[in-house]
């Protein structure tokens, strides 16, 4: 029900714009996340947002690099990367959670209801 799009084949130092939509029309939910993933490992939290409010939640390790964004009217969630290096390289996932966050669990994967297929982030170094 998800769609990413925007990744892609970047250098060291590059910048790409991913972007989440939901596939069959409106999707009403509270908030969204992204999340990215290197085989054998985990799905890591990176940013997550409200659609109301806007709260924006990042994982320490992107904040100043990554930002995330919403747009109300389009139901679009966009992750703005930056500054991108090689171990950034990973298939990157949005999620929607119809539950408003609770006790700081934006960053887990299991406060997630919907996910999409991820799209491929690769930075050449």
């Known amino acids: 029900q998800l769609v990413e799009s925007g990744g892609g084949l970047v250098q060291d130092g590059g910048s790409l714009r991913l972007s989440c939509a939901p596939s069959?029309?409106?999707?009403?939910?509270?908030?969204m996340g992204w999340f990215r993933q290197t085989p054998g490992l985990e799905r890591h939290f990176l940013a997550a947002?409200?659609?109301?409010?806007?709260?924006?939640y990042y994982q320490d390790s992107v904040k100043g690099r990554f930002t995330i964004s919403r747009d109300n009217v389009n139901n679009t969630v966009y992750l703005q990367l930056d500054g991108l290096k090689p171990e950034d390289t990973a298939v990157y996932y949005c999620?929607?959670?119809?539950?408003?966050?609770?006790?700081?669990?934006?960053?887990?994967?299991?406060?997630?209801?919907?996910w999409g297929q991820g799209t491929q982030v690769t930075v050449s170094s």
């Open positions: 999620a929607a959670t119809m539950s408003a966050y609770h006790n700081g669990n934006y960053y887990q994967p299991d406060a997630y209801d919907y």
């Open positions: 069959g029309g409106p999707f009403v939910s509270y908030g």
């Open positions: 947002i409200t659609w109301r409010v806007g709260n924006t």
